[in-house]
């Protein structure tokens, strides 16, 4: 029987990448997210892709969903996202509470759901996509940072509870990549406010090279739990430190 992988947020950017990288590796993939046009697409063009209508936020869905799988070897924690760049002191209150329903509590109510399936299945991985937002804070990221800082918070000890399981916690912290969606969001649909984000760095991430190291640790001998894996672009040194070019 083939291994079956859930992944959230899979409609689009990161966790559609991952949907697609974990079929080409010979999962049976249960894409998750809200967006159920953009994941009966996807399904169309991959066979092993399942689709299902998936909120996060919603404990009614996700137990739906759990209850309706046999089988979960890898939980993708992907779904989540950023609100508004604004400082700590003006930040908005529901900017917060819905990073946090989505990014913190949507990854607990997965994990909770899915942690027995992935212990059954004798060699599980649970993966969060955490950020490097997860790791160093920046102006204007106040509530994205301390959503992330929280969900790293939630993996390491997850990993310290789930010790001598047949489970590995797998953390990846992506820097700045360049996915559909992602900025756009942050900016309210503003695209050229988005688009400032990259302005003249040589090659930001892509989806695909986060799918690719995704894949990597999930694909390495049980044994091997990868902690935390923190990829950033080339031209990104630090969180502070990017290289832009002008013209
Ligand atoms: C995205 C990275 O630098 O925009 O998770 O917070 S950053």
């Not at 739906?64 to 070897?73: I, K, N, Y």
Request: aromatic share 4%; net charge neutral; hydrophobic share 40%.
């Amino acid at each position: 029987m083939r291994k079956t992988a859930v992944v959230t947020g899979a409609s689009s950017g990161i966790g559609e990448a991952t949907a697609r990288r974990l079929a080409a590796e010979g999962y049976e993939v249960v894409a998750g997210a809200r967006r159920r046009d953009r994941l009966d697409k996807l399904a169309s063009e991959v066979s092993s892709i399942r689709p299902v209508t998936l909120d996060v936020t919603s404990q009614e869905s996700v137990d739906a969903l759990a209850g309706s799988l046999d089988r979960c070897d890898v939980l993708i924690n992907n779904a989540g996202g950023a609100l508004g760049l604004d400082s700590v002191a003006e930040g908005r209150l529901d900017d917060w509470q819905r990073m946090y329903d989505t990014n913190v509590l949507g990854s607990l109510r997965m994990t909770q759901a899915f942690v027995p399936r992935l212990v059954d299945s004798g060699d599980g991985v649970l993966v969060m996509l955490t950020s490097t937002a997860g790791l160093t804070s920046y102006e204007g990221g106040g509530g994205y940072c301390a959503a992330k800082h929280a969900q790293t918070s939630m993996v390491e000890t997850l990993r310290l509870e789930l010790v001598g399981q047949p489970v590995r916690v797998v953390e990846i912290a992506p820097g700045m990549v360049k996915s559909e969606g992602f900025a756009v969001s942050r900016f309210r649909g503003d695209t050229a406010a988005a688009e400032r984000v990259y302005a003249g760095v040589p090659d930001p991430l892509s989806s695909d090279d986060v799918a690719d190291a995704i894949a990597w640790c999930v694909t390495r001998p049980a044994h091997v739990n990868i902690d935390r894996m923190i990829i950033r672009p080339r031209a990104q040194a630090a969180q502070h430190k990017v290289h832009r070019v002008s013209g």
